[in-house]
């Protein structure tokens, strides 16, 4: 990248979202699916896939192991080829992984295809412990021989099999990592307890269109019947939830009225629900949301659980929707030990949180106040751009990167909707 570096975002605050913005693409679902190249010898070409940090980060990832990646000019499409012919090297570095978690991705597909694999052990993280076990248990009921040295994953396996593999938690990555690697197993895997996310669907439904065969994705049951070989295959990824919920959270927080295009509403139902619960007037067609909301918001209490709960990833924006809603709720974050990073920071802007263990009691005040504040993870930043834009004067957000990894010109956008936003060095 090198030169400017415009790490912090200027927010003039207090006026109301409104207007009209189209959803990108699903970071969470094109982030697996570009590792589902690593499974074929052919292209696969896909549609939709955001411009997104992690997602240049990954495609620099499978280009290090040999995978051809084109991008394509027409922003409209948002297309993306990858051929993963001949790997050379199935291996992911730390100075990769450690930026991005997901980079994790990449184990189950490697074994499948290449028999071996070496990645990189992610360490910990913003918003919790993360460790991997799920994925290495899953792996190694299927066949796989690990060892972990000298901070790196070492996987070997001279043919995957089948096996019933049931997951002590819900992970997604875990259930993706696993599903993958099961494609090109011999006989059949059954994951039981696996996710249910949308993203897992949209994966488990491009590896279909690459020749897979997979039953109940979507569901807590997962058969893969292995085959020989997969395919190339188009595919279009599915619009991404967690960007939609933000926009219509930060539209209830600053009493806008806005419409989203390009959304998936039937997989929002725990967010929208609760939007209406704090007065939002909100109405869907298959494909776009309209949210209009009147007068101050209602606080909403929200308890984050597995898919399809409330999403431990619309939790910090909720927060920051409650810190100036009428009344007082209960956050709880289920999922991760550590995420409330962003309530020591909405307090800087004149949130009244009082936070126990992983209860957060958020007191609604009548106004927040512009402060700089500093992000820590991506969906913390995002409760802090919601924060700015209701907050009275400038709110300066620092550390943006964070942003950058998870919403597509999100200052575009934000001016689309009236918001007053700049980028400073
Ligand atoms: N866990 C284990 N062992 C494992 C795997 C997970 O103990 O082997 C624990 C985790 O520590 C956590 C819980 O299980 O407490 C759930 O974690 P999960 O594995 O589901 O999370 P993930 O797959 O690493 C994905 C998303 C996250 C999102 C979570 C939960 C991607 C690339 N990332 O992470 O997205 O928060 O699921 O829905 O899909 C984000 O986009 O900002 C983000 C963090």
Do not use: W
């Not at 290495?136 to 066949?143: C, E, F, I, N, Q």
């Not at 992970?171 to 993203?199: D, F, Y």
């Not at 488990?204 to 979507?218: D, F, P, R, T, Y």
């Amino acid at each position: 990248m090198g030169g400017r570096k415009l790490n912090k975002l200027l927010i003039k605050g207090g006026r109301p979202l409104d207007g009209v913005v189209s959803v990108s693409g699903a970071k969470n679902a094109a982030l697996p699916i570009m590792c589902a190249s690593l499974l074929t010898a052919d292209h696969l070409a896909l549609t939709n896939v955001p411009r997104l940090m992690d997602v240049a980060t990954m495609a620099k990832l499978l280009a290090q192991m040999g995978v051809l990646l084109e991008r394509s000019e027409d922003c409209d499409e948002s297309g993306m080829t990858l051929r993963a012919e001949n790997l050379v090297d199935p291996t992911a570095p730390y100075d990769l992984v450690r930026t991005m978690r997901a980079s994790i991705l990449v184990l189950g597909p490697l074994i499948a295809r290449c028999g071996r694999a070496k990645v990189s052990l992610p360490g910990g993280c913003a918003i919790g412990q993360r460790p991997v076990d799920q994925h290495l248990k899953g792996l190694v009921a299927m066949g796989t021989n690990i060892s972990v040295e000298h901070g790196y994953i070492h996987a070997e396996t001279s043919r995957l099999h089948g096996a019933r593999i049931l997951m002590d938690l819900v992970t997604v990555t875990g259930t993706e990592n696993l599903m993958m690697a099961a494609t090109l197993a011999e006989g059949t895997t059954i994951l039981e307890n696996a996710a249910r996310e949308p993203e897992v669907l949209d994966l488990a439904n491009c590896l279909v269109a690459m020749g897979a065969k997979i039953e109940g994705a979507g569901t807590d049951l997962i058969r893969i019947n292995g085959v020989k070989k997969l395919n190339g295959a188009k595919y279009s990824v599915m619009p991404d939830r967690i960007e939609t919920g933000t926009y219509l959270a930060a539209a209830a927080a600053s009493r806008g009225r806005i419409r989203l295009t390009g959304a998936s509403p039937r997989t929002l139902d725990a967010t929208l629900q609760k939007l209406r619960e704090a007065g939002a007037k909100v109405e869907c067609t298959p494909d776009s949301i309209s949210l209009e909301m009147q007068g101050r918001p209602t606080a909403v209490g929200v308890r984050t659980a597995p898919y399809p709960g409330f999403a431990t990833d619309m939790q910090a924006q909720f927060m920051a929707l409650d810190a100036v809603a009428s009344g007082t709720s209960v956050i709880t974050e289920n999922i991760f030990e550590n995420r409330f990073m962003h309530a020591l920071e909405l307090q800087r802007l004149g949130a009244d949180i009082a936070i126990q263990g992983n209860t957060a009691v958020v007191r609604g005040v009548d106004k927040l106040q512009g402060a700089t504040v500093m992000a820590t993870d991506l969906r913390a930043s995002a409760s802090l751009v919601i924060a700015g834009l209701v907050a009275e004067g400038e709110t300066i957000i620092d550390r943006i990167y964070h942003l950058d990894r998870g919403y597509e010109s999100l200052e575009k956008k934000l001016s689309a909707l009236g918001a007053r936003v700049q980028r400073l060095a």
